[in-house]
């Protein structure tokens, strides 16, 4: 259930980027960034780029199985951030969403009505109402 909620917010992030003012200068590739320039990092190019992960489109959530050889970097899908400036939320975002899902995968098997394309706003969300039945597995 981790590797599915791992690549379900790979397919689709939370947010769709992150920005970070430079606190000195660095070297990005081959270009200088002089300090206090504002950079932004796009999770969506990333997540769906072929040199970051194989098959990027596919829904493929052994990709996150550690026993398995993983190709992709580590900090290619970070969506809650990392480090100092990660969201404070992460492990209880984690759990409940694990445990929402198991509950609701007990009780229901899930169908999908129709396919949503998503929108960026602040957050990553869907452009119109997803549609799905929720079929009582009783």
Not at 12 to 29: E, N
Request: hydrophobic share 45%; aromatic share 8%; charged share 25%.
């Amino acid at each position: 259930m981790k590797m599915v909620i791992k690549e379900s917010m790979r397919i689709v992030p939370v947010i769709s980027g992150i920005t970070r003012k430079l606190d000195s200068d660095i070297v990005l590739g081959g270009y200088l960034v002089p300090a206090k320039t504002t950079i932004v990092i796009q999770f969506f190019p990333m997540v769906k780029d072929p040199k970051t992960f194989e098959e990027p489109l596919k829904f493929r959530p052994e990709r996150w199985d550690r026993s398995a050889r993983n190709t992709s970097h580590p900090f290619a899908s970070i969506p809650f951030g990392f480090g100092t400036r990660m969201c404070v939320g992460r492990r209880f975002a984690e759990q409940e969403m694990h445990l929402l899902l198991l509950e609701i995968i007990r009780q229901f098997d899930v169908v999908p009505t129709k396919t949503v394309e998503m929108k960026s706003k602040l957050m990553i969300v869907p452009a119109e109402p997803v549609g799905l039945k929720f079929v009582d597995r009783t």
